[in-house]
């Protein structure tokens, strides 16, 4: 390594030490609030400490999990959803997924991201404590988020939007809001992000878009938007209230998914240094 390559090591280094870490992530945990479209989340303890022991008195404990791709805070691949039998870059769908998983636009193909991440705290625009369920977050709404922070949409950023529905992450009927419905961005605001450069985008709901009340994930637009036209991944579930209440709305983004060939998604733990 060159002298001026461990120079800025060292003061990248510097600034990571003084910086503050934001953990976005969901803890993952039996009976968290999930969609009943995807496996459920199971953990226990497979072995338990005296099960077996060592001659030295030594003992371990082991664990079992099970779970969906798409279960807690986790990054949605291009594969995931299709349109008229056609992935992103219009590979067909069927041939893509023959022998049990996804040959291209697996989440193996997701590269880790570091980079320029943008909150867009729409409660604080509107004077709100959260978006009520079902609520489209408009265009408007967007750029007003943007221009009142003072922190426009660059390209290549990591875009996540809070409706402050994450809120209710702790009680999973309320979060699922099967009757009521879930607040988040609509065709046009998905189409508003693409058309921004955004890289990647996210949000503190199970399925990133507005849910009208008592459809459920019977129209998923801004999906088919951003996976299948666009070619811009998805995070979910993630926890953007601690960004929020300490006016963090710029920041160094850490995404690293687990690495799962072929899935069409995978948890995540995302982290904001600011």
């Known amino acids: 390594m060159t002298g001026s390559r461990v120079d800025a090591a060292g003061a990248l280094i510097d600034l990571v030490a003084q910086a503050t870490v934001y953990d976005l992530g969901r803890p993952m945990q039996n009976g968290m609030a999930q969609s009943p479209n995807h496996p459920q989340f199971h953990h226990c303890l497979d072995r338990l400490h005296g099960d077996r022991m ?40 069927a ?12 989440i193996n193909e997701l590269p880790p991201f570091v980079g320029r991440g943008l909150l867009l705290d729409i409660p604080g625009l509107l004077g709100t404590d959260t978006c009520k369920g079902g609520y489209e977050i408009t265009v408007a709404e967007l750029e007003g988020a943007a221009a009142r922070q003072e922190s426009p949409i660059q390209a290549g950023d990591a875009v996540l939007v809070r409706s402050g ?4 992450f702790d009680d999973p009927q309320r979060y699922l809001g099967v009757e009521t419905g879930v607040p ?35 129209l998923l ?4 938007v951003l996976l299948v036209e666009r070619g811009v991944n998805i995070i979910e579930a993630m926890d953007l209230d601690g960004l929020a209440a300490a006016g963090v709305f710029e920041f160094v983004f850490v995404l690293s998914h687990l690495n799962i060939y072929g899935a069409t998604g995978a948890p995540v733990r995302p982290l904001a240094l600011a």
Request: glycine share 20%; with cysteine; charged share 15%.
């Open 221 to 224: 637009p801004a999906h088919r």
């Open 184 to 218: 988040g961005v609509g065709e046009a605001g998905a189409r508003w992000l693409a058309d921004r450069g955004a890289a990647l985008v996210g949000a503190d709901t199970l399925a990133f878009e507005c849910l009208p009340a008592g459809q459920g994930h019977a």
């Open 165 to 168: 529905w994450g809120t209710c």
């Open 54 to 93: 060592r001659p030295d008195g030594g003992s371990a404990a082991a664990d079992l999990l099970t779970t969906g791709c798409h279960v807690g805070t986790h990054v949605d691949a291009l594969a995931h959803v299709s349109h008229q039998g056609q992935l992103y870059g219009g590979v067909d769908a």
């Open 95 to 106: 041939e893509a997924q023959v022998g049990g998983g996804f040959a291209v636009l697996g």
